[in-house]
């Protein structure tokens, strides 16, 4: 009865599970598939009710220590959190220190902009580092057995040791009729340029032997540099400089640059600067073609210069044995060095900013530390260097008359013996290492030669920076963005780090120095009858100093009342306008 009463209330009966059959295959998949559903049932239950929002702060914790999103407490990163970074791999590319001056600003946006920017800097640092690993090709130094030395190895061992595509890059030029030849290689390595005395100028891709252009300028030339990009490079001739393009074609006479010797091109502020028999230095902008300024540094001719990769500074050379550097802002040198007591003939910079070389008359070749300007190491060649050029790891390659000498570590230890000797025939006027190549390129009398040096240039290359292979179109954005980043003349100086600090003395403070200058430089001369005395000197510097303080007032005033003139011309230009105005319509 109580199964009709349920039956007519309207539940349904309970189904029987059907029991399975052993030839029934089927079975298997209804149990699986139960259990799916069953899982989906449970799984909609339990997100019937709100969802949780997203925690940005959960999940960033959990990053940290090792989860990622949806991972359980079982599935636990074993090495939790970023990969340690190397102090020592992390200094080579640290670029800045953090900066200890504290700010004193109302509001918290300057502190904030700079905390900002040294994140940025320490991150940039750290990607670097870690990108490291990416970096597959290792410099390689030639390495000799006890019994052997490796200033004995020639170019022909040292091309029949290595591979084809490195052997290749060992050749001669004979141009016998038209040198000496200066010469000189592009940012990225893969071009040269090179220059006869005899007017004889030849532009190449190097590496495939490909001649771009080869001209007759049917007079003496003295040196020959390329420009920003390999479409442009500058010759200095007998009289004036001239600017040609990779064809060959003449694009701009300087006449205003006359006489020049040597030529140094700054890529980063795109200035050419040209050392002249006169005894001037000037500065041209390539990128306007305007001169920025002509100094007459009063030292002769000018016929021994470098430049100093870090800073821009120009290193000159001199007769009496000194060594000035110089920027275009100030008309006076920034450092004056005694290096020898005889001629300096050669001045080579490494690519740190840090070492320099310098060999005179005197058969001395001498290593400075730029930042102290003291001497480091002393050596003493069998003949005077006419040529110096520095490697990007380091060597040093000096020409002794028709010898070239590499010297490696001559900087940081003492040398006793070369690393690499090849002799030519005649005399060599120009030595440049090939950037990213262990190459050095030697221009001599006969013509020119590419010498084999192991370990000479840097294994990788940043691409973003100098790109050997790169194709016509990132030379053009390239070149755009080069000119996008330009760096003003007037930042040129031998601590570019200065430039972003900020002087944080007060207006008495600076007072009070200005005043001390002038203590220092004013001395009182002696006189006789008393007058000398403690009392009358104390009070004759006194009068100096108001003296000086009322130049300053009077000059204050001159500009102040300079300044009200002008903003009257000013204001009366506006009130009665033009000759041309009285042609405008007058609206009643």
Not at 54 to 76: L, N, Q, T, W
Not at 336 to 362: C, F, P
Request: with cysteine; net charge positive; aromatic share 8%.
């Amino acid at each position: 009865m109580a199964d009709d009463e349920d039956i007519s209330k309207g539940s349904k009966p309970k189904r029987t599970k059907k029991a399975p059959r052993y030839f029934d295959d089927a079975h298997k998949n209804e149990e699986t598939k139960v259990e799916v559903s069953e899982k989906k049932r449970e799984h909609k239950k339990k997100g019937s009710g709100k969802k949780r929002p997203y925690d940005v702060e959960d999940d960033r914790v959990g990053r940290k220590h090792g989860k990622d999103a949806g991972d359980s407490d079982e599935d636990k990163d074993p090495f939790p959190g970023e990969a340690p970074v190397k102090e020592e791999v992390l200094a080579r590319y640290r670029r800045i220190q953090g900066n200890k001056v504290k700010v004193r600003a109302r509001t918290a946006g300057p502190k904030l902009e700079r905390k900002t920017m040294e994140t940025k800097f320490h991150m940039a640092a750290k990607q670097a580092a870690r990108s490291e690993l990416l970096l597959g090709e290792e410099r390689g130094y030639l390495e000799a057995s006890d019994d052997e030395d490796t200033s004995q190895l020639s170019q022909r061992d040292i091309a029949d040791a290595v591979d084809i595509s490195a052997a290749q890059k060992h050749f001669d030029l004979k141009l016998d009729k038209f040198g000496p030849y200066r010469m000189n290689y592009t940012r990225n390595g893969r071009f040269l340029v090179i220059a006869g005395k005899r007017g004889h100028v030849a532009a190449m891709d190097w590496m495939s032997k490909k001649l771009l252009c080869e001209i007759n300028v049917m007079e003496s030339v003295h040196d020959v540099k390329w420009l920003h990009v390999e479409t442009m490079f500058a010759v200095a001739q007998h009289r004036w400089t001239y600017i040609y393009d990779q064809q060959g074609v003449e694009l701009h006479c300087l006449k205003k640059f006359n006489n020049v010797l040597k030529m140094e091109f700054l890529p980063y502020h795109f200035l050419l600067a040209t050392a002249s028999s006169t005894g001037f230095l000037q500065y041209l902008d390539v990128s306007l073609g305007k001169e920025i300024v002509a100094t007459n540094v009063k030292q002769g001719c000018l016929n021994v210069m470098t430049q100093n990769p870090q800073n821009a500074v120009i290193h000159l050379g001199h007769a009496n044995g000194t060594v000035t550097m110089w920027s275009p802002n100030v008309k006076e040198p920034l450092a004056k060095l005694l290096s020898h007591v005889t001629a300096v003939r050669s001045i080579a910079v490494d690519k740190t900013g840090t070492y320099m070389a310098t060999s005179g008359q005197d058969r001395y070749l001498k290593i400075f530390d730029i930042r102290a300007l003291k001497p480091l190491q002393v050596y003493r060649l069998s003949a005077g260097a006419g040529q110096l050029a520095f490697s990007q790891t380091g060597l040093v390659a000096g020409a002794l008359g028709n010898v070239v000498e590499v010297y490696k570590d001559c900087c940081t230890s003492v040398t006793e013996k070369p690393y690499l000797t090849h002799s030519l025939r005649n005399g060599i006027s120009s030595l440049q290492f090939c950037p990213y190549e262990d190459v050095l390129g030697v221009g001599h009398q006969d013509g020119f030669t590419s010498l084999l040096i192991p370990g000479a240039g840097e294994a990788n290359f940043d691409a973003f920076e100098n790109n050997p292979y790169q194709t016509k179109k990132q030379r053009r954005d390239y070149e755009v963005k080069m000119l996008l980043e330009k760096i003003q003349p007037e930042m040129i100086a031998l601590d570019p780090g200065g430039v972003g600090q900020v002087s944080q003395l007060t207006a008495q403070e600076v007072e009070k120095r200005e005043q001390e200058v002038i203590q220092k430089k004013f001395q009182p001369a002696k006189k006789k009858k008393g007058r000398s005395k403690s009392l009358k000197t104390v009070q004759r510097t006194k009068g100096v100093e108001e003296e000086w303080r009322r130049m300053k007032v009077r000059q204050k005033m001159r500009d102040a009342e300079e300044e009200r003139k002008k903003q009257q011309k000013d204001g009366k230009k506006e009130k009665w306008g033009t000759t041309l105005d009285r042609f405008q319509r007058k609206d009643h």
